[in-house]
């Protein structure tokens, strides 16, 4: 079975940095794309990066791009999200997901991934 498992979430004051980690197991395959999404309260859950690893391609939300960064330790089966320069607009439960089969490049559906962790908590706040 399939598990992804996010940690690294907390509290920081805007203008911090924090590094989310993804964890996968329960499978020898590959996924052919991860991609990371986050929730607000009250608000639908959105993209915000994703890696497709077949051609190595990193896409990023407008709101992200610059201050996040997505990569891989093929080694330990782990995935990373590093955000620098947090903005209280950032505050949200981020999602971690994950694709077997190839998918197209560009800015993938929610429902395009069939495996999701639990989510981590990440708070921008002074």
């Known amino acids: 079975q399939v598990q992804l498992v996010e940690s690294g979430g907390g509290l920081v004051q805007p203008g911090g940095s924090l590094r989310l980690s993804c964890a996968a197991s329960?499978?020898?395959?590959?996924?052919?794309?991860m991609a990371w999404y986050r929730q607000a309260p009250g608000k639908e859950r959105e993209f915000v990066a994703a890696?497709?690893?077949?051609?190595?391609?990193?896409n990023y939300d407008g709101s992200v791009k610059g201050r996040f960064t997505f990569s891989r330790d093929n080694a330990k089966r782990t995935v990373y999200l590093q955000m620098n320069s947090l903005k209280p607009e950032d505050k949200a439960v981020y999602y971690c997901?994950?694709?077997?089969?190839?998918?197209?490049?560009?800015?993938?559906?929610?429902?395009?991934?069939?495996?999701w962790g639990q989510g981590t908590q990440v708070t921008v706040s002074s």
């Open positions: 329960g499978t020898s395959s590959s996924f052919e794309a």
């Open positions: 890696l497709f690893l077949s051609g190595r391609v990193t």
């Open positions: 997901a994950a694709r077997k089969p190839p998918l197209r490049l560009g800015v993938p559906t929610q429902w395009e991934f069939d495996y």
